[in-house]
């Protein structure tokens, strides 16, 4: 069982930044690839970015390519999204996921096998 406490979402002018960080505890955070998705309201949960279980390989939704990085520090079982360049349409619920098959190529939330409880981020025009 691994348990994810997201945090760093608030309220942020268009073309403002934001980092969102993921604690994780339980198992070896190290064994785990990570990804962030989000949620608008009346829309799916949406694929954001993710990361391998060494940072040797990440990937990104192409709304988001540029603009946001995916990061990890397995020392401090945490991993990180920076948000730059934030739009409007970046609004949503932010949620961290942990997949221990390493998938991260797999732009999908069916791979992923816990979540934490999400974060809010809202960019005002």
């Known amino acids: 069982q691994v348990q994810l406490v997201e945090s760093g979402g608030g309220l942020v002018q268009a073309g403002g930044s934001l980092r969102l960080s993921c604690a994780a505890s339980?198992?070896?955070?190290?064994?785990?690839?990570m990804g962030w998705f989000r949620q608008a309201p009346g829309k799916e949960r949406e694929f954001v970015a993710a990361i391998s279980w060494s940072s040797g390989n990440t990937y990104y939704s192409d709304s988001v390519k540029g603009r946001f990085t995916i990061s990890r520090d397995n020392a401090k079982n945490t991993v990180y999204l920076q948000m730059n360049s934030l739009k409007p349409e970046d609004t949503a619920v932010y949620y961290c996921?942990?997949?221990?098959?390493?998938?991260?190529?797999?732009?999908?939330?069916?791979?992923?096998?816990?979540w934490g409880q999400g974060t809010q981020v809202t960019v005002s025009s």
């Open positions: 339980g198992r070896t955070f190290s064994n785990y690839a």
């Open positions: 996921a942990a997949d221990r098959n390493n998938k991260w190529y797999k732009a999908s939330d069916r791979v992923y096998d816990y």
